[in-house]
T-cell receptor, first 114, second 110 residues
Framework: ETGVTQSPTHLIKTRGQQVTLRCSSQ?????VSWYQQALGQGPQFIFQ???????GRGNFPPRFSGLQFPNYSSELNVNALELDDSALYLC?????????????FGPGTRLTVT | GIQVEQSPPDLILQEGANSTLRCNFS?????LQWFHQNPWGQLINLFY???GTKQNGRLSATTVATERYSLLYISSSQTTDSGVYFC????????????FGKGITLSVRP
């Protein structure tokens, strides 16, 4: 059984650019959530996708957007990058929504915005 | 929104010692998970424990949902236990997001 995978591992972008991060969910999982973790903080919820539909969103601006594909993999897109977007981005997958199912996290993508 | 407080914020132990990590939450929850974050950032699942007690080797956890707290016990600590421990909850009635505490940084010295 393959766990949650994320790509790329590291990324350096310039302020104002756009970035796409990718996540492949664990086999059998239909729900993907994205989290942002700033240095020294706990992860903060960005949004969740359940069966290709957005199913909850945290306090992040619209320039953070996402997509889930029929195979349940997912993308996180961030437009007009700001310096404060520098963080570890974590993807989690589960058999259903977070309220009822255990969440499993990928290794993360470390984004640096200069 | 729901508040999640973890204590103590930092913990230093000698190898072989036991410890208790605490997580308090401000409202009713229907999901609670404990994670260990390794130095590379990976969140490793320790327990899925909305209520009751579970044990896995040297680790055990107890959640008393009615009193809004959870405890993680580490016995006979090893240097590999070092890292940050997070508690995360899902508010009852919400079905999407895990709300994390700020974490507890554990250092186990040889």
């Amino acid at each position: 059984e393959t766990g949650v995978t994320q790509s790329p591992t590291h990324l350096i972008k310039t302020r104002g650019q756009q970035v796409t991060l990718r996540c492949s969910s664990q086999s059998g999982h239909n729900t993907v959530s994205w989290y942002q973790q700033a240095l020294g903080q706990g992860p903060q919820f960005i949004f969740q996708y359940y069966r290709e539909e957005e199913n909850g969103r945290g306090n992040f601006p619209p320039r953070f957007s996402g997509l889930q594909f029929p195979n349940y993999s997912s993308e996180l897109n961030v437009n007009a990058l700001e310096l404060d977007d520098s963080a570890l981005y974590l993807c989690a997958s589960s058999s259903g929504t977070a309220g009822r199912y255990e969440q499993y996290f990928g290794p993360g993508t470390r984004l640096t915005v200069t | 929104g729901i508040q999640v407080e973890q204590s103590p914020p930092d913990l230093i132990l000698q190898e072989g010692a036991n410890s208790t990590l605490r997580c308090n939450f401000s409202d009713s929850v229907n999901n609670l998970q404990w994670f260990h974050q390794n130095p590379w950032g990976q969140l490793i699942n320790l327990f899925y424990i909305p209520s009751g007690t579970k044990q896995n080797g040297r680790l055990s956890a107890t959640t008393v949902a009615t009193e809004r707290y959870s405890l993680l016990y580490i016995s006979s600590s090893q240097t590999t236990d070092s890292g940050v421990y997070f508690c995360a909850v899902v508010l009852t009635g919400s079905n999407s997001k895990l709300t994390f505490g700020k974490g507890i940084t554990l250092s186990v010295r040889p």
